[in-house]
């Protein structure tokens, strides 16, 4: 895209532009006045630098002297943050304000703002929830047990909170934004409650808590190695669990021992079977005599009618003829070849049968191999069984340990909290309702809206000029059609007469087209590729210019005549020195009553007087019409409309009259309109 395109654009969608941008500003500042308000409330904590010591020798006499723990500002921040994250504080909350209740939202009295954002508030919400809605409704997936809306609210509870420290200070600030301010208040309120709780179960001294533990983990370990070790034992021999491994294994020997001797009995039956075909075979024409085994198979069969039927015809001719008469001898033959394929149909059939024999052993000796396998692993399930309640014992009783230990760490933790010195969090100011919104904010909105709008704006409009791939300027017809631009006419030609503003450029196409005549292009179709390009205007044009250039005659032939037009003589027209005449069994829409030939013949009959003929041919993809006429012509002339036709409808054309044998000379461009201030352009 170069710069004249760029400046095009603009000058054309100015007034797009302006009503998207001011479009977008308007829906800014409605969307910040109807769009449900965010509020923000927050409550702030003080954090003491604080040193912890254990001088405990009775329970701890290696540690007799004090073991300072001291942190920085941030890290110590960094630390309260999480402890106001966990799920301890979160659970406390969670659990004192009811959260997994829906929160009421009453419609407000009447209609005003607060209703339209009342509306948006239930709407938000609907859409959020309508996937779990649907899936629910469709019984893809259970409502969420209480359970699970319990973890869910923590999460969305941990999500809202607004945890971070203030620059350049010891003050951690916990905040929290929503649509209804005291919901927000109240839940701030309630964590700024738990936490200090928690930071002091934290942060207490470790004395007899860290005895138990040392104690506890060392049990958890236990418990988990065992836990480890059935787990593994399980999976390296394949047990689910003793009983259904004993069962399973048996249903398969049970499966595989009946299928064994079904396919066992397949074989003795198929051993019996060829074995009486090898019986028949051994005597003499065996295969030529029909027996029972032999006849189970249907191309057996077959071949024996065939040949019952060429025996009888050679008792019937030897009945007649002498053995030497050439058609006994072809009979003869016949039943030679015939009792040959008999023997080749049998042997093929033992083949195949012996074949499936092989597979049925082959299978047998797979079943028998995979048999044993079975009863391999079935042997050593009694030492399994032993183990593995072994393993269950051992679990059970490391699990008695650990809940004893746990239950003694416990007591620990009740008998410290009873000392609160180690809090060491001060809060400075409680969460308060808050009376002004945060969010839409319409200054906010407006700064950044103002000048991305426009932005915006050209966007779009370049995306819609960019789609729309039409003759835009004179340079577009030699660049897609591959011709000059033999005229630009900036009006919309809808009259008979040339427009002032048109003479010019039509007085140039004149001459180009009279420069064509003097090579012997004297026969010069107009057309267009769809209809309402003004192609007919544009030949009526070109007559006129023509024959007012000079002492010359034109003949203006129009295909758009009504039928009952055939061997009409050219007749004067308004102009001087122009005379129309209509094809012959021509009509707009109809096909071509006389071929190309003799069309051709009628063009070159009434042109005969004239300097130069100009045919008005309908549009070239629409009718065929102007596909015969371009076929009688020398040269074409393409009329395309600026902005309007399309260039791969154009191109389309073109082939059209390069298929028909007229030589496309150049294209016409109708209807441009200057966006561009004619003294912008000429320096573009």
Same mark, same amino acid.
């Given at each position: 895209?170069?710069?004249?395109?760029? *400046?095009?654009?603009?000058?054309?969608?100015?007034?797009?532009?302006?009503? *998207?941008?001011?479009?977008?500003?308007?829906?800014?500042?409605?969307?910040?006045?109807?769009?449900? =308000?965010?509020?923000?409330?927050?409550?702030?904590?003080?954090?003491?630098?604080?040193?912890?010591?254990?001088?405990?020798?009775?329970?701890?006499?290696?540690?007799?002297?004090?073991?300072?723990?001291?942190?920085?500002?941030?890290?110590?921040?960094?630390?309260?943050?999480?402890?106001?994250?966990?799920? $301890?504080?979160?659970?406390?909350?969670?659990?004192?304000?009811?959260?997994?209740?829906?929160?009421?939202? !009453?419609?407000?009295?009447?209609?005003?703002?607060?209703?339209?954002?009342?509306?948006?508030?239930?709407?938000?919400?609907?859409?959020?929830?309508?996937?779990?809605?649907?899936?629910?409704?469709?019984?893809?997936?259970?409502?969420?047990?209480?359970?699970?809306?319990?973890?869910?609210?923590?999460?969305?509870?941990?999500?809202?909170?607004?945890?971070?420290?203030?620059?350049?200070?010891?003050?951690?600030?916990?905040?929290?934004?929503?649509?209804?301010?005291?919901?927000?208040?109240?839940?701030?309120?309630?964590?700024?409650?738990?936490?200090?709780?928690?930071?002091?179960?934290?942060?207490?001294?470790?004395?007899?808590?860290?005895?138990?533990?040392?104690?506890?983990?060392?049990?958890?370990?236990?418990?988990?190695?065992?836990?480890?070790?059935?787990?593994?034992?399980?999976?390296?021999?394949?047990?689910?669990?003793?009983?259904?491994?004993?069962?399973?294994?048996?249903?398969?020997?049970?499966?595989?021992?009946?299928?064994?001797?079904?396919?066992?009995?397949?074989?003795?039956?198929?051993?019996?079977? /060829?074995?009486?075909?090898?019986?028949?075979?051994?005597?003499?024409?065996?295969?030529?005599?029909?027996?029972?085994?032999?006849?189970?198979?249907?191309?057996?069969?077959?071949?024996?009618?065939?040949?019952?039927?060429?025996?009888?015809? /050679?008792?019937?001719?030897?009945?007649?003829?002498?053995?030497?008469?050439?058609? &006994?001898?072809?009979?003869?033959?016949?039943?030679?070849?015939?009792?040959?394929?008999?023997?080749?149909?049998?042997?093929?059939?033992?083949?195949?049968?012996?074949?499936? /024999?092989?597979?049925?052993?082959?299978?047998?000796?797979?079943?028998?191999?995979?048999?044993?396998?079975?009863?391999?692993?079935?042997?050593?399930? !009694?030492?399994?069984?032993?183990?593995?309640?072994? /393993?269950?014992?051992?679990?059970?009783?490391?699990?008695?340990?650990?809940?004893?230990?746990?239950?003694?760490?416990?007591?620990?933790?009740?008998?410290?909290?009873?000392?609160?010195?180690?809090?060491?969090?001060?809060?400075?100011?409680?969460?308060?309702?808050?009376?002004?919104?945060?969010? =839409?904010?319409?200054?906010?909105?407006?700064?950044?809206?103002?000048?991305?709008?426009? &932005?915006?704006?050209?966007?779009?409009?370049?995306?819609?000029?960019?789609?729309?791939?039409?003759?835009?300027?004179?340079?577009?017809?030699?660049? &897609?059609?591959?011709? $000059?631009?033999?005229?630009?006419?900036?009006?919309?030609?809808?009259?008979?007469?040339?427009?002032?503003?048109?003479?010019? !450029?039509?007085?140039?196409?004149?001459?180009?087209?009279?420069?064509?005549?003097?090579?012997?292009?004297?026969?010069?179709?107009?057309?267009?590729?769809?209809?309402?390009?003004?192609?007919?205007?544009?030949?009526?044009?070109?007559?006129?210019?023509?024959?007012?250039?000079?002492?010359?005659?034109?003949?203006?032939?129009?295909?758009?005549?009504?039928?009952?037009?055939?061997?009409?003589?050219?007749?004067?027209?308004?102009?001087?020195?122009?005379?129309?005449?209509?094809?012959?069994?021509?009509?707009?829409?109809?096909?071509?009553?006389?071929?190309?030939?003799?069309?051709?013949?009628?063009?070159?009959?009434?042109?005969?007087?004239?300097?130069?003929?100009?045919?008005?041919?309908? !549009?070239?993809?629409?009718?065929?019409?102007?596909?015969?006429?371009?076929?009688?012509?020398?040269?074409?002339?393409?009329?395309?409309?600026?902005?309007?036709?399309?260039?791969?409808?154009?191109?389309?054309?073109?082939?059209?009259?390069?298929?028909?044998?007229?030589?496309?000379?150049?294209?016409?461009?109708?209807?441009?309109?200057?966006?561009?201030?004619?003294?912008?352009?000429?320096?573009?």
């Amino acid at each position: 895209m170069g710069v004249w395109d760029i *400046y095009f654009v603009l000058f054309k969608h100015k007034w797009r532009i302006i009503f *998207y941008t001011v479009a977008i500003i308007l829906a800014l500042i409605l969307f910040s006045f109807c769009w449900p =308000p965010t509020f923000q409330t927050s409550a702030k904590f003080l954090l003491e630098k604080t040193t912890s010591t254990i001088s405990d020798p009775a329970i701890f006499p290696q540690h007799t002297t004090s073991l300072l723990r001291s942190v920085t500002g941030q890290e110590e921040a960094n630390n309260e943050t999480q402890i106001i994250l966990s799920r $301890p504080v979160l659970e406390a909350v969670v659990r004192q304000l009811n959260l997994i209740e829906p929160r009421p939202d !009453p419609a407000p009295p009447g209609i005003g703002l607060s209703k339209i954002q009342w509306m948006l508030r239930r709407g938000i919400v609907f859409v959020k929830s309508l996937p779990r809605i649907t899936l629910e409704a469709l019984h893809i997936i259970k409502p969420a047990a209480p359970e699970r809306k319990f973890e869910k609210e923590i999460g969305a509870l941990r999500g809202r909170l607004l945890v971070h420290q203030i620059a350049d200070s010891d003050v951690l600030e916990i905040g929290m934004k929503g649509w209804f301010p005291d919901q927000i208040t109240k839940e701030v309120r309630a964590v700024a409650v738990e936490y200090p709780r928690y930071h002091l179960a934290v942060h207490q001294s470790p004395t007899t808590v860290a005895f138990f533990d040392d104690h506890l983990e060392d049990a958890r370990k236990q418990l988990s190695d065992l836990e480890q070790e059935l787990a593994d034992y399980r999976s390296d021999n394949g047990l689910i669990s003793m009983d259904k491994t004993e069962t399973t294994l048996l249903e398969k020997i049970e499966i595989l021992e009946r299928e064994r001797i079904n396919l066992r009995k397949e074989i003795l039956s198929l051993e019996t079977k /060829l074995d009486r075909i090898r019986s028949v075979l051994r005597t003499k024409d065996g295969a030529l005599i029909p027996s029972p085994e032999i006849n189970n198979f249907d191309s057996v069969v077959k071949l024996h009618d065939e040949l019952l039927e060429k025996r009888l015809s /050679l008792e019937g001719l030897l009945e007649r003829y002498t053995p030497e008469n050439p058609q &006994v001898q072809a009979a003869r033959a016949d039943v030679e070849r015939t009792e040959a394929m008999v023997r080749n149909e049998v042997e093929r059939i033992v083949g195949l049968e012996e074949a499936q /024999l092989a597979n049925w052993r082959a299978e047998d000796q797979a079943l028998a191999r995979t048999l044993t396998d079975l009863y391999e692993q079935q042997r050593p399930l !009694p030492q399994h069984r032993l183990k593995v309640e072994q /393993l269950d014992r051992n679990i059970r009783e490391a699990s008695g340990l650990y809940e004893a230990i746990l239950k003694k760490r416990a007591d620990s933790q009740l008998t410290l909290a009873q000392d609160a010195r180690m809090v060491k969090v001060g809060i400075l100011n409680q969460a308060m309702p808050p009376v002004d919104s945060v969010w =839409p904010d319409l200054f906010m909105n407006l700064l950044v809206g103002v000048p991305l709008a426009p &932005v915006v704006s050209l966007a779009v409009a370049f995306l819609v000029e960019s789609l729309r791939s039409t003759f835009k300027r004179e340079d577009d017809i030699p660049r &897609v059609l591959g011709v $000059p631009a033999l005229a630009v006419i900036e009006h919309k030609l809808t009259g008979k007469r040339i427009v002032e503003s048109a003479r010019e !450029p039509i007085r140039r196409a004149a001459s180009i087209l009279l420069e064509q005549a003097s090579h012997g292009a004297r026969r010069v179709l107009v057309t267009s590729s769809i209809s309402g390009e003004g192609s007919a205007a544009v030949a009526s044009f070109l007559a006129e210019a023509i024959a007012a250039g000079g002492n010359r005659k034109v003949l203006l032939v129009t295909g758009h005549a009504t039928r009952g037009a055939d061997g009409a003589a050219p007749q004067e027209s308004g102009v001087p020195g122009v005379s129309t005449v209509a094809a012959p069994g021509t009509a707009a829409g109809d096909n071509v009553v006389l071929t190309r030939d003799e069309l051709k013949g009628w063009v070159d009959g009434v042109s005969r007087n004239f300097d130069l003929t100009i045919v008005d041919a309908p !549009p070239v993809l629409e009718s065929s019409v102007a596909h015969a006429l371009a076929g009688a012509c020398d040269v074409a002339v393409l009329v395309v409309a600026a902005e309007s036709t399309g260039q791969t409808v154009a191109d389309r054309a073109r082939m059209r009259i390069k298929e028909a044998g007229a030589e496309l000379v150049g294209g016409v461009l109708t209807g441009y309109e200057r966006y561009i201030p004619a003294s912008l352009e000429q320096r573009l």
